[in-house]
């Protein structure tokens, strides 16, 4: 009988039926709290885009990214599904909360049983408050919304403080995380509201977008910071009990354990952490690459004014500031406060919002020299923790791959350069606003870090040691060359391909989608840089010393090929060459690696800025012995790096584990990072118009010559929209644009034209090449270009001049152009020479012809002559006396119109152009006949745009004559 009883008794034992890891509440949260409100953007934007980003004040294009509000509240479906979300969202949301409660106050025992049921009630309210502003909607009952909205924020401050105060101290990740998360929360509530208010009460256009990206940005953190609770409930389970006993699968129940299969790995951990990290740090790393980038711009700005030496140039010598770190002190405080010290770097970005150019040049160099001194203190600190070294190298380098994708994705801008602002496509607001959150993860990463380096044996043993040996000239010399060497070719991703481009049929490649290519061989270039054996190694030298000698001395595919080797070839040797200055004298190695960095930059201006530099008859079109000497510099540098080598083999198993990690993240950013940029390039090909012309029918066509000053306007902004904007309103078939060529350190290795072109629907000749030393002439054409002659034309003394020499299938029949630019006023003889050049391509040619050049002479002077009479063209109305640089020609063409636009303050030239209409017999129209007529009697659709009458638009109207002219032929 007993023992019956006791086989009954424990058949009815509670038996766990099955056990849920309460880490999986944390996860199915963040999931479906994520999903509901990006679901919903995406939406939202596909569906009802420009009614989403409507205000009551303003729309599209002022108000271009919709609110949280308008988001998930104010359409079909994306209401519906937000809501759907939100409400799957819930039971993870009210779980959570009580399983905070019972961690706190039952398992960490953190709090009191009051402190915790007082958290408790907060995070329920706070939930509930939540399902009112997200089912009662703005729409619906806007004071009823405001409420839940308004009381769910107030009780976020006690929820967050009190997680965060009941997070346990051992539990350090979790608290980094939540400090972090917390801190940023309540940081962006004030600009939010600042931006409101300038929404609301001052109506400022463009302030509610703004405000929507701080309020989604609450949203990121807010979700986030419930999402850390995976941390603490990874050793903490739900269990399912049958209590009868009698469940059929109670024999199959497994035993509790105390470290449940499927927790989160330590391992797991740090990789999350690196993760972080390395996000934040690739994007100041960026902020690096644009400051130095933008520097150079913005002094080039300066002598194009002065046309000569300005006194500007000496903002490059900024980059001697990390000099100071030979002070030790100073060098490691900079270094154990590098957040700190990024922080202030951001002045540069947020120049942008000074008007002033001096200003702007000033703050952006400021900004600079903390941002190189901070990177050079780190690496200098790190030279004998070689791990840490090579995982801040191969962040640095993947802040340039990141550069060049971010500019692709803004047609080879950067919207954070203090060139941008909102009105051109700038962002720097967000920009400003990721750095800060970057270099505060940084700070708080780090104070985390010198807390367990002050307990650990370890650090205090590799601090002990010495500097190795190796020659710090010759590291130098390495390490700034490398620096030259990246910022003149790898800073954009056309860069190299404008540098050697060819004329038609032998183009070369397109800018998109062959900058992707270009971004993946740097990607590809740091993939294989810890091999240093192979990266250091003389055979390895070789191959990119021949792919430099393939790149200057070829053109087109041919040269890309090689460009894209010693990309490869460069972005592998950078952790080596930072190797090699890390450990040498601070002060003399980083002098000598910055004057060369310097020197080249200089060299590199005066190899075409020699007409208007000292000495600058010495280094005229010397771009091969520029490339020559950075090649040998390189090779000094490598040859000490190698000997380097060897010698870290222990130290880099000290640190084994830093290595394994910066490497296996350099391979998932840079597959990141390749992948966006092949997405960019799709959507831009898909994006892009096909060029049509405006008058196919009539077989007429608009054609304008007009000097731009390097897309830069005369306030120092971006000028290529508003360039954009004067093309299309003018409705130009063929343009050619002047002082076009900014693939150089100066101007930001920009190529603003790919805008122009795919927004508007052109065809582009970019002109001769980079590397043949002119100031650029290019050309967009709304017909094919059937194939195209870049010229040098003869330059004895000054400035090279260039001209493009193009044939186009103009309405089926083949027309000739030319664009070109010729020389100073200074030097008459090089323009008589080659105006004499550019009368023989015309006068050769057997089409019909369009002339679009900077001639510099006055009408009916020698030089006008020796074009118009020696090309056997027709100006377009000799009787406009007011002329000096640009002029119009044609032959073989009936001409409709001729018009001069103002410039709108883009620059400092006006636009001309000419109208005109193919007809049958073009040798009957060889010689012109100037018979005026009015506007009245010219076919409306033949006629300029009217737009342009009186006042114009956007500064731009009609001038001198203040009307366009018409003729008869």
């Given at each position: 009988?007993?023992?019956?009883?006791?086989?009954?008794?424990?058949?009815?034992?509670?038996?766990?039926?099955?056990?849920?890891?309460?880490?999986?509440?944390?996860?199915?949260?963040?999931?479906?709290?994520?999903?509901?409100?990006?679901?919903?953007?995406?939406?939202?934007?596909?569906?009802?885009?420009?009614?989403?980003?409507?205000?009551?004040?303003?729309?599209?294009?002022?108000?271009?990214?919709?609110?949280?509000?308008?988001?998930?509240?104010?359409?079909?479906?994306?209401?519906?599904?937000?809501?759907?979300?939100?409400?799957?969202?819930?039971?993870?949301?009210?779980?959570?909360?009580?399983?905070?409660?019972?961690?706190?106050?039952?398992?960490?025992?953190?709090?009191?049983?009051?402190?915790?049921?007082?958290?408790?009630?907060?995070?329920?309210?706070?939930?509930?408050?939540?399902?009112?502003?997200?089912?009662?909607?703005?729409?619906?009952?806007?004071?009823?919304?405001?409420?839940?909205?308004?009381?769910?924020?107030?009780?976020?401050?006690?929820?967050?403080?009190?997680?965060?105060?009941?997070?346990?101290?051992?539990?350090?990740?979790?608290?980094?995380?939540?400090?972090?998360?917390?801190?940023?929360?309540?940081?962006?509530?004030?600009?939010?509201?600042?931006?409101?208010?300038?929404?609301?009460?001052?109506?400022?256009?463009?302030?509610?977008?703004?405000?929507?990206?701080?309020?989604?940005?609450?949203?990121?953190?807010?979700?986030?910071?419930?999402?850390?609770?995976?941390?603490?409930?990874?050793?903490?389970?739900?269990?399912?009990?049958?209590?009868?006993?009698?469940?059929?699968?109670?024999?199959?129940?497994?035993?509790?354990?105390?470290?449940?299969?499927?927790?989160?790995?330590?391992?797991?951990?740090?990789?999350?952490?690196?993760?972080?990290?390395?996000?934040?740090?690739?994007?100041?790393?960026?902020?690096?690459?644009?400051?130095?980038?933008?520097?150079?711009?913005?002094?080039?700005?300066?002598?194009?004014?002065?046309?000569?030496?300005?006194?500007?140039?000496?903002?490059?010598?900024?980059?001697?500031?990390?000099?100071?770190?030979?002070?030790?002190?100073?060098?490691?405080?900079?270094?154990?406060?590098?957040?700190?010290?990024?922080?202030?770097?951001?002045?540069?970005?947020?120049?942008?919002?000074?008007?002033?150019?001096?200003?702007?040049?000033?703050?952006?160099a400021i900004g600079l020299g903390i941002s190189l001194t901070t990177y050079t203190s780190s690496w200098m600190e790190s030279n004998r923790q070689t791990g840490d070294l090579e995982r801040s190298a191969l962040i640095w380098g993947l802040g340039l791959v990141l550069h060049n994708a971010v500019k692709m994705a803004w047609f080879t801008e950067n919207p954070i350069w203090p060139i941008m602002h909102k009105e051109n496509g700038g962002w720097n607001e967000i920009g400003i606003v990721l750095g800060v959150i970057s270099a505060i993860e940084v700070m708080m990463r780090d104070s985390s870090a010198r807390k367990q380096a002050e307990r650990s044996q370890d650090m205090n043993v590799l601090s002990s040691e010495g500097h190795q040996s190796g020659s710090g000239f010759m590291a130098a010399l390495g390490f700034g060359t490398l620096l030259f060497a990246l910022h003149s070719m790898y800073t954009d991703s056309s860069t190299i391909m404008r540098w050697t481009v060819d004329g038609y049929p032998n183009y070369g490649p397109e800018p998109v989608p062959w900058g992707v290519a270009t971004i993946a061989a740097l990607a590809f270039g740091l993939l294989i840089s810890p091999y240093r054996r192979l990266t250091t190694s003389l055979g390895w030298y070789l191959v990119g010393a021949a792919s430099c000698a393939v790149f200057y001395c070829s053109s087109a595919w041919t040269a890309y090929y090689g460009g894209l080797v010693l990309g490869v070839y460069l972005l592998s040797i950078t952790p080596a060459l930072i190797r090699g200055i890390s450990t040498q004298a601070p002060f003399k190695t980083l002098l000598t690696a910055f004057m060369t960095y310097n020197i080249l930059c200089l060299a590199h201006v005066w190899v075409v800025a020699y007409e208007f530099v000292p000495g600058g008859v010495y280094a005229r079109e010397r771009t091969d012995a520029i490339l020559a000497t950075m090649m040998v510099l390189i090779g000094l540098g490598v040859l000490n790096a190698n000997k380097q080598a060897m010698q870290d083999i222990r130290k880099k198993l000290a640190q084994f584990h830093v290595l394994k990690h910066a490497r296996s993240m350099t391979r998932l950013f840079?597959?990141?990072?390749?992948?966006?940029?092949?997405?960019?390039?799709?959507?831009?090909?898909?994006?892009?118009?096909?060029?049509?012309?405006?008058?196919?029918?009539?077989?007429?066509?608009?054609?304008?010559?007009?000097?731009?000053?390097?897309?830069?306007?005369?306030?120092?902004?971006?000028?290529?929209?508003?360039?954009?904007?004067?093309?299309?309103?003018?409705?130009?078939?063929?343009?050619?644009?002047?002082?076009?060529?900014?693939?150089?350190?100066?101007?930001?290795?920009?190529?603003?034209?790919?805008?122009?072109?795919?927004?508007?629907?052109?065809?582009?000749?970019?002109?001769?090449?980079?590397?043949?030393?002119?100031?650029?002439?290019?050309?967009?054409?709304?017909?094919?270009?059937?194939?195209?002659?870049?010229?040098?034309?003869?330059?004895?003394?000054?400035?090279?001049?260039?001209?493009?020499?193009?044939?186009?299938?103009?309405?089926?029949?083949?027309?000739?152009?030319?664009?070109?630019?010729?020389?100073?006023?200074?030097?008459?003889?090089?323009?008589?020479?080659?105006?004499?050049?550019?009368?023989?391509?015309?006068?050769?040619?057997?089409?019909?012809?369009?002339?679009?050049?900077?001639?510099?002479?006055?009408p009916q002077q020698e030089i006008y002559h020796l074009l118009f009479d020696g090309g056997d063209i027709n100006d377009v109305d000799p009787s406009d006396w007011d002329r000096w640089c640009e002029y119009v020609g044609f032959r073989g063409l009936r001409r409709i119109g001729y018009a001069r636009v103002s410039h709108g303050g883009i620059t400092d030239t006006e636009i001309q152009t000419g109208k005109f209409q193919l007809v049958q017999n073009p040798k009957d129209y060889w010689k012109a006949s100037y018979d005026r007529i009015a506007e009245s009697e010219v076919a409306p659709t033949l006629r300029y745009p009217s737009m342009f009458y009186g006042q114009g638009v956007r500064g731009h109207r009609y001038h001198v004559f203040n009307e366009p002219r018409y003729f008869a032929n």
């Open positions: 009988m007993n023992e019956k009883s006791a086989i009954k008794a424990d058949s009815s034992a509670p038996v766990t039926l099955t056990k849920i890891g309460a880490r999986y509440i944390s996860y199915s949260h963040t999931l479906f709290a994520y999903s509901a409100f990006f679901v919903a953007l995406g939406v939202a934007c596909y569906t009802h885009y420009y009614k989403i980003v409507q205000n009551e004040y303003f729309g599209y294009p002022d108000e271009w990214f919709p609110s949280v509000s308008a988001t998930t509240g104010d359409r079909y479906p994306a209401r519906a599904l937000f809501q759907i979300l939100i409400a799957l969202t819930s039971g993870p949301r009210f779980a959570l909360v009580f399983l905070w409660y019972f961690y706190s106050t039952r398992s960490d025992k953190t709090v009191s049983e009051t402190t915790g049921l007082s958290l408790l009630a907060v995070g329920i309210i706070r939930t509930v408050a939540c399902g009112g502003w997200v089912y009662i909607t703005s729409t619906d009952d806007h004071l009823t919304h405001d409420i839940a909205m308004v009381l769910y924020l107030l009780c976020t401050l006690p929820w967050q403080l009190g997680v965060l105060y009941s997070t346990s101290n051992e539990n350090k990740t979790a608290v980094q995380y939540r400090k972090f998360l917390t801190t940023a929360f309540f940081t962006t509530l004030p600009p939010m509201i600042y931006f409101f208010i300038q929404h609301k009460v001052q109506r400022v256009p463009g302030a509610y977008t703004t405000y929507a990206f701080f309020e989604w940005s609450l949203i990121l953190y807010d979700v986030a910071f419930d999402a850390v609770s995976a941390i603490e409930f990874q050793n903490f389970e739900i269990s399912i009990v049958d209590k009868t006993g009698i469940s059929p699968i109670a024999d199959k129940s497994v035993p509790y354990a105390s470290n449940p299969e499927g927790s989160i790995a330590p391992s797991t951990l740090r990789a999350l952490t690196s993760f972080t990290g390395f996000a934040t740090e690739i994007y100041l790393a960026f902020v690096f690459w644009t400051l130095l980038t933008a520097l150079t711009l913005l002094i080039w700005y300066f002598p194009l004014w002065y046309m000569g030496i300005s006194g500007f140039e000496a903002f490059l010598f900024i980059t001697l500031m990390p000099i100071i770190i030979g002070i030790a002190p100073l060098r490691r405080f900079v270094a154990n406060y590098r957040g700190f010290f990024h922080l202030l770097s951001l002045v540069g970005i947020a120049s942008y919002l000074k008007t002033d150019p001096v200003w702007r040049l000033s703050l952006t840079v597959a990141l990072l390749v992948a966006a940029s092949a997405l960019v390039a799709m959507q831009r090909v898909a994006n892009a118009k096909t060029p049509t012309p405006y008058r196919p029918t009539e077989k007429a066509f608009t054609a304008a010559i007009w000097t731009i000053h390097f897309a830069l306007d005369n306030d120092m902004w971006a000028s290529e929209n508003r360039m954009r904007d004067a093309i299309r309103d003018l409705e130009l078939d063929v343009i050619g644009l002047l002082e076009s060529d900014t693939m150089r350190i100066i101007m930001g290795n920009r190529d603003w034209a790919q805008s122009i072109a795919e927004e508007l629907g052109y065809y582009v000749d970019f002109g001769p090449a980079s590397m043949k030393h002119t100031w650029g002439c290019l050309m967009l054409s709304k017909f094919p270009i059937i194939k195209s002659e870049h010229h040098l034309l003869p330059s004895p003394v000054g400035e090279l001049a260039c001209a493009i020499h193009a044939t186009l299938d103009v309405h089926g029949q083949p027309v000739d152009f030319i664009v070109s630019h010729n020389g100073q006023d200074e030097n008459y003889n090089d323009r008589i020479q080659q105006t004499t050049e550019l009368a023989r391509i015309m006068r050769t040619s057997p089409n019909p012809f369009v002339f679009l050049g900077y001639v510099v002479t006055k």
